[in-house]
């Protein structure tokens, strides 16, 4: 098993920054990604931006050029999140992909609450 939590989100006005964190704790051995999904009231949970042990990044192209997702060791990362707009508001959970001896488990946070707004 692996724990996720997360911290910053919160309010924040159009135009502004926000940083979220997301601390793993348990297996953190087995983790080979993490990254975070956004779900808007009404919309479909979106991949917001991945990374890998390697440092590879997959960013979504919504946010690309104002977001940037990396890690602060092995078992946190942090989405620094720029000029924000009113299409960001969402609740934002953070992953942590994990292989086992035959499968990969997605583990998930409890997610924080992203609301932009003038």
């Known amino acids: 098993q692996v724990q996720l939590v997360e911290s910053g989100g919160g309010w924040v006005q159009t135009g502004g920054s926000l940083r979220l964190s997301c601390a793993a704790s348990?297996?953190?051995?087995?983790?080979?990604?993490l990254g975070w999904y956004r779900q808007a009231p009404g919309k479909q949970r979106e991949l917001v931006a991945g990374?890998?042990?390697?440092?590879?990044t997959n960013i979504a192209a919504a946010v690309k050029g104002r977001f940037t997702i990396s890690r602060d060791n092995a078992t946190a990362v942090v989405l620094q999140m720029n000029n924000l707009n009113s299409e960001d508001t969402a609740v934002y959970s953070c992953?942590?992909?994990?292989?086992?001896?035959?499968?990969?488990?997605?583990?998930w946070g409890q997610g924080t609450q992203v609301t932009v707004s003038s």
């Open positions: 992953y942590a992909d994990t292989q086992g001896r035959l499968s990969v488990t997605r583990f």
């Open positions: 348990g297996r953190i051995f087995s983790i080979f990604a």
């Open positions: 990374i890998t042990g390697g440092g590879i």
